[in-house]
């Protein structure tokens, strides 16, 4: 049992104290990893989009600036906790922690290395592995929607409210594309444990890139799963919650100090945590080509590399998001609506579907080249039915004379 | 007498003084923000004038106030808003939180004086401004300025057009979201501010057209200088159109955003960019020219939707024809004086006061007492890259105006902002404002 999940966290059956110390290490290494991550990215962050715009960037603190976000998270400390005379006092204190407690429990379920031996215990690099892992997942961007609503509702304010309003429908509607989207690749693996889903996508070949990993078996569903997991975030071009330039914050407007940063690190944990999962449904999670000059059963090969490559991958995402923010313009509350319903929730049911036939032809060996063909042609056929029935809303742009 | 008169006059008097107290009642409830300020569709009403519509029962919209602090309104421009969920019912601009008499502070200030004051009105482009006050002031002297000093205006005139539309670029980009594009816009307006801050000085608030010519002559290398900046700008524009005009989520935000028809645009004396996306080509650098106009080669600009759109590009394209004109005054700047050579008017240079007791003289004059400028009224006009900047000034014979007043196209053209607003989304609003580009120091001088 203890072998199967990370460690059985209900410490049932066989388990002895060195099992429960690993446990706990572990615990407190996934939150100071998290932590570390969070600095880091919110640092690349700043550094990366400097660049594309022509700055420096931060580059007083620390070397190349990397200390930034320790030295305004210090400072955030020291700043003036205010509370609206309006606001709703229990629940502004607690918004900010519904919102950051779901983004460091996404994060146990994430494995970030493989299979390794810590004293005498064969145990996972991951936390948690709980036999509904996604189910887990979905439960969690769920609850910190609570969060960012409650705090919008509970500062009394206007254009708080505004913005928790958007927030709501945001994360409602893109909520179901996103759980939409993972689907597939449950169908694919036949099973809701992350760890599964990665042995799934293990590195066999180099054919292992196109052929294993989900990314390319069901890519439609991945691109509807970075779309939406890039609204669930709040991240731009989704940004409406916050858009500084209409809402002045949205749901933050009259957090201050430590209150306020806590939101910020919810939101930059998030990021990081979606990522990671995207990781690990779409992209082989810790898995990638083992260096073969090295002991098959050495240090780097079983402890490393598989780190590196998840973090790799990881970095490659977490850039794509960098990117998005520095070129997109905001999209509007109802275009993102529209986007959302009309076009990712329908596409990706009929992902669903296709996905289901790809599945069952796989395994009652129907001829592959004749069933994917024929969902797909389907797929594409009901959809532009749906988009027929569909109201049209063209705006004219004219010439410039 | 018409029927409401009538009627006003037949009630006795008590009555009358209750009404009267009802009218204050109401009065002071339309101007608290909570009130139940005008409510229903009233295009109409905001184009043709007239009272807005009252309307029954418990409403169900709440009243939100952008601004005068709030990140995206230009400064202190304070927009109260009427919302039925994202809505927007009515929106209407506030105005004055910026208000300074410069008006009435041009008039305690000679005419020497006075580019000092009017440059700060539109601090986008204080060329515009500068010019429109020297031209009225050469128009109440008639004198004619030298033919150096008129395409030395023209060329600063679109140096600060380009810095003008780029800072409009910059700040439309950031209120729709694209950061980006708020920095490459600030990149390359800062390049075309270094070089009016090689010819004049400064950077901003240059004081430099001055009544009689200019304060100074070009300086040495400014034609590479200009030709520089013509084709940094040129690329720049480029890069902005690759970035924004084909993206698909910036189509979205822009096109069919914030309409506005030819006759509501010239019903609310809008002018400029707003005027022109609406089909309507009225540029008075063609229509009316002043300075040299009639002799660059230019296109006017103009779309036919009155959406956001249009007016981005209009301001986009506009860099490229200011651009061309740069280059031909490069071409084609003619030699000879930079200002009149009137000893009334005109400073003498540094070197005479050493050795001339009337240059020492006029030179204390001029800068105590300044110069009389005969009787008399005119108004003078230039398109500043807002529209139509105008001045009216009265004289009374003195050293001073007795009455200067800048027509600030912002000041017009923001009242076709509730015309746009009205049934769009808050966030549309916030395009819509941008694609106004107001300058509250032009609006509430």
């Not at chain 1, 887990?136 to 928790?164: E, Q, R």
Request: aromatic share 10%.
């Amino acid at each position: 049992m203890s072998a199967v999940l990370a460690a059985d966290p209900l410490l049932g059956g066989d388990i002895d104290l060195t099992v429960v110390l690993i446990v706990i290490a572990k615990t407190v290494v996934i939150f100071a990893l998290l932590l570390v991550l969070v600095m880091f990215y919110i640092w690349f962050l700043r550094k990366v989009i400097a660049d594309m715009q022509n700055r420096v960037g931060p580059d007083n603190a620390g070397p190349w600036g990397i200390l930034q976000t320790l030295a305004d998270g210090i400072k955030f400390f020291f700043k003036e906790q205010s509370i609206p005379d309006t606001a709703d006092r229990w629940v502004f204190r607690l918004a900010p922690y519904l919102s950051v407690l779901p983004a460091f429990l996404a994060f146990s379920i994430i494995p970030i290395g493989g299979k390794v031996s810590i004293a005498g215990h064969q145990t996972y690099l991951q936390l948690a592995d709980p036999p509904i892992g996604v189910l887990f997942l979905l439960m969690m961007s769920g609850i910190g929607l609570y969060g960012v609503m409650l705090a919008g509702w509970a500062s009394g304010s206007k254009y708080p409210l505004l913005g928790s309003v958007r927030a709501s429908a945001q994360l409602l509607s893109y909520e179901a594309a996103f759980g939409l989207s993972v689907v597939a690749v449950l169908l694919h693996s036949g099973t809701l444990s992350t760890r599964g889903i990665a042995n799934a996508q293990a590195w066999t070949s180099w054919h292992s890139f196109v052929t294993d990993w989900y990314w390319s078996v069901a890519i439609v569903s991945f691109v509807i799963f970075v779309i939406a997991a890039v609204a669930e975030t709040n991240h731009p071009p989704f940004d409406l919650v916050e858009a500084e330039q209409e809402l002045v914050g949205g749901f933050h407007t009259e957090y201050t100090g430590i209150r306020f940063a806590i939101f910020f690190l919810a939101e930059f944990m998030n990021v990081i945590t979606m990522s990671a999962i995207a990781v690990t449904l779409f992209l082989g999670g810790p898995s990638g080509p083992a260096l073969g000059f090295l002991p098959k059963t050495g240090v780097v090969n079983v402890w490393l590399m598989p780190i590196f490559w998840f973090f790799l991958k990881l970095m490659a995402l977490l850039f794509g998001t960098v990117w998005l923010r520095a070129s997109l313009p905001r999209l509007r509350y109802d275009q993102l609506m529209d986007l959302g319903w009309k076009w990712l929730i329908e596409i990706s049911f009929l992902a669903v579907m296709v996905t289901g036939v790809v599945v069952v032809a796989r395994d009652q060996g129907w001829e592959r080249w004749i069933a994917v063909p024929a969902a797909f042609g389907g797929a594409i056929v009901i959809l532009g039915l749906l988009r027929m029935c569909m109201p049209r809303r063209d705006e004219p742009v004219s010439e410039v004379v | 007498m018409n029927d409401f008169e009538h009627e006003h006059v037949e009630t006795d008097a008590d009555a009358a003084v209750t009404d009267a107290a009802v009218a204050e009642q109401v009065r002071l409830e339309r101007q608290t923000d909570e009130g139940e300020q005008l409510l229903t569709q009233h295009s109409e009403i905001v184009v043709t004038g007239g009272p807005w519509p009252e309307v029954e029962g418990e409403s169900q919209t709440m009243i939100i106030n952008m601004g005068p602090q709030h990140p995206s309104t230009h400064g202190v421009l304070r927009i109260m808003m009427e919302l039925d969920g994202e809505t927007v019912v009515r929106a209407k601009p506030i105005v004055g939180y910026l208000h300074t008499g410069m008006e009435k502070t041009g008039e305690q200030l000679t005419y020497v004086q006075g580019c000092t004051n009017v440059t700060r009105m539109d601090y986008a482009s204080p060329i515009a401004n500068e010019l429109v006050f020297s031209m009225a002031v050469e128009q109440l002297l008639d004198v004619t300025v030298p033919e150096r000093a008129t395409w030395i205006r023209m060329l600063l005139a679109e140096l600060s057009r380009m810095a003008s539309h780029l800072l409009f670029q910059a700040s439309n980009g950031m209120d729709l979201g694209a950061v980006s594009m708020m920095l490459f816009g600030w990149r390359e307006r800062e390049e075309v501010l270094r070089v009016l801050e090689k010819v004049t000085g400064l950077r901003m608030n240059h004081n430099f057209v001055r009544p009689g010519g200019v304060a100074a002559d070009l300086p040495d290398g400014w034609q590479d200088t200009c030709l520089d900046v013509c084709d940094l700008v040129e690329r720049g524009i480029g890069e902005y159109d690759d970035l924004l005009t084909g993206n698909p989520i910036w189509l979205e935000r822009m096109v069919g955003v914030g309409v506005i028809t030819k006759d509501e645009a010239l019903a609310l004396a809008a002018s400029g960019p707003i005027l022109r996306s609406t089909g309507f080509a009225w540029d008075l650098r063609k229509t009316q020219p002043y300075l040299a106009y009639d002799q660059v080669d230019f296109d006017v600009i103009y779309t036919e939707n009155g959406d956001c759109f249009d007016r981005y590009r209009i301001r986009l394209y506009e860099i490229a024809e200011s651009i061309k004109i740069v280059r031909q005054c490069v071409d084609m700047m003619p030699s000879g004086d930079y200002r009149v050579q009137n000893k009334k008017i005109t400073p003498p240079p540094r070197a005479r006061i050493d050795e001339s007791m009337e240059a020492l003289i006029h030179h204390f004059k001029l800068f105590t007492e300044g110069f009389r400028v005969p009787a008399g009224e005119t108004y003078a006009v230039a398109e500043s890259p807002r529209g139509e900047v105008g001045c009216y000034m009265v004289s009374d014979g003195t050293g001073k105006p007795i009455r200067m007043h800048v027509r600030g196209p912002s000041f017009y053209n923001l009242q076709t902002m509730s015309t746009m607003i009205e049934n769009r989304m808050v966030a549309d609003g916030v395009a819509i404002v941008s694609s106004v580009d107001p300058i509250m120091g032009e609006v509430d001088r």
